[in-house]
Structure formats: C-alpha cells, structure tokens
C-alpha cells in the first residue's frame, strides 16, 4: 500500500520559513516525479514544485521561484519542500504527491493527507 505522509505545515508570521516533509512508502519510485501542490480555501488545487525521483530535474510555479526550494533523500524516502519568505498568499493546504515521469500534473497516481499552511501578515 502506497503511503505519502506529509507534516511540517504550522502558524507562522509573513517573512517566516517552514520546511515541509513527504515520506513515502510502499513501492519503489524510480521512474516517479514527486511534487506540491497546495489547495487555498475555494480555489483549485494547483501545482508548487516538482522533483523526479532519480536525477537533479527541478520545476517550479512562477509564484514560488527564488523563495520555494524542492529536494529529496532517497535514502530516507523523503522529499522536502524549503519555504522562505513566506506570505499570507502562501496560506494553503501543502499536499505531496507522486506521479509517473510525464503525467499531468494533476494526474497523479498518489497523494497525501495534506498539511495546512497559514502565513499571518
């Protein structure tokens, strides 16, 4: 059973960092992109980051570029998500989600429980 777990999101103050974590289990995900999304209270789901499972390829939504950094520890099958300079905009539900190399974003085959974001101005 594929698992994503997801959890570092908190409370903090405009300008703060957060650092979230996807641990992910159940499969060998060589061949996979992992990514963020996050979903704002009635809007849609939309992309952050991405990151494939085995090689440097980074992607990014122009809305994060430069404040937002992705990475992963394979060893430890988890995918990281930096976010510095953080901003009420950035207020959000984070989810992690893995899918294989090429799917549409949001096609993904797995995602996680989702872990909540608030930034306060």
């Known amino acids: 059973q594929v698992q994503l777990v997801e959890s570092g999101g908190g409370l903090v103050q405009a300008g703060a960092s957060l650092r979230l974590s996807c641990v992910a289990s159940?499969?060998?995900?060589?061949?996979?992109?992992m990514g963020w999304f996050h979903q704002a209270p009635g809007k849609e789901r939309e992309f952050v980051a991405r990151?494939?499972?085995?090689?440097?390829?980074?992607d990014y939504a122009d809305s994060v570029k430069g404040r937002f950094t992705i990475s992963r520890d394979n060893a430890k099958n988890t995918v990281y998500l930096q976010m510095d300079s953080l901003k009420p905009e950035d207020t959000a539900v984070y989810y992690c989600a893995a899918g294989p190399i090429g799917s549409a974003l949001k096609k993904y085959d797995y995602w996680g429980q989702g872990t909540q974001v608030t930034v306060a101005s």
């Open positions: 990151i494939r499972w085995s090689s440097a390829f980074t």
């Open positions: 159940g499969r060998t995900f060589s061949g996979y992109a």
